[in-house]
T-cell receptor, first 112, second 115 residues
């Protein structure tokens, strides 16, 4: 596609429910990244997929968070048993070797 | 020391002035550096990348890199109100092999350009 596509753009969920966030990267980009940005805060790294290598999960804040990337393309970030502190904008980005990231428009998650 | 530090601002400049945004980083092995612009409520947008010591110019934007001092800056000449945004400095945390690295972002500097 022309850009990184994320869905949904907004998600309101009740505390304790599970949510899935989707990212469709730019075709040909081998790397895919998930970050989150809380209100007024910086970008917090979550997870990074590079080709067929094992993902770098070092930024996942707890075992309630998981992500997968199927077929080297689409990625899904899953948050189980959501908590209010999970409320943030979740940003996906992809990159081509040697170039900077292209970000999607993000998913704004609100846990009530 | 934080991995990537930026002067938090906010920075306010009059229209037509030069805005100077600064960033220091801790990883001496870093080889590439990026500046992103983020408008309020939007996602970050890549505006400059720099890989070598010295200056790199692109239109009104100039990125400056000094690896010895672990310092990278962004100058915006002839600042316009449309430049008002948060500017994020990003530096990769290198992994062995491959050329895609996860980026560590500074917290950003909020720039306001007053008409």
């Amino acid at each position: 596609g022309a850009g990184v596509s994320q869905s949904p753009s907004n998600k309101v969920t009740e505390k304790g429910k599970d949510v899935e966030l989707r990212c469709d990267p730019i075709s040909g980009h081998t790397a895919l990244y998930w970050y989150r940005q809380s209100l007024g805060q910086g970008l917090e790294f979550l997870i990074y997929f590079q080709g067929n290598s094992a993902p770098d999960k070092s930024g996942l804040p707890s075992d309630r968070f998981s992500a997968e990337r199927t077929g080297g393309s689409v990625s899904t970030l899953t948050i189980q048993r959501t908590q209010q502190e999970d409320s943030a904008v979740y940003l996906c980005a992809s990159s081509f070797p040697g170039l900077g990231y292209t970000f999607g428009s993000g998913t704004r998650l609100t846990v009530v | 020391q934080k991995e990537v530090e930026q002067n938090s601002g906010p920075l306010s400049v009059p229209e037509g002035a030069i805005a100077s945004l600064n960033c220091t980083y801790s990883d001496r092995g870093s080889q590439s550096f990026f500046w992103y612009r983020q408008y309020s409520g939007k996602s970050p947008e890549l505006i400059m990348s720099i890989y070598s010591n010295g200056d790199k110019e692109d239109g009104r934007f100039t990125a400056q890199l000094n690896k010895a001092s672990q310092y990278v800056s962004l100058l915006i000449r002839d600042s316009q109100p449309s430049d008002s945004a948060t500017y994020l400095c990003a530096v990769p945390s290198s992994r062995s092999g491959g050329s895609n690295y996860k980026l560590t972002f500074g917290k950003g500097t909020l720039l306001t350009v007053n008409p």
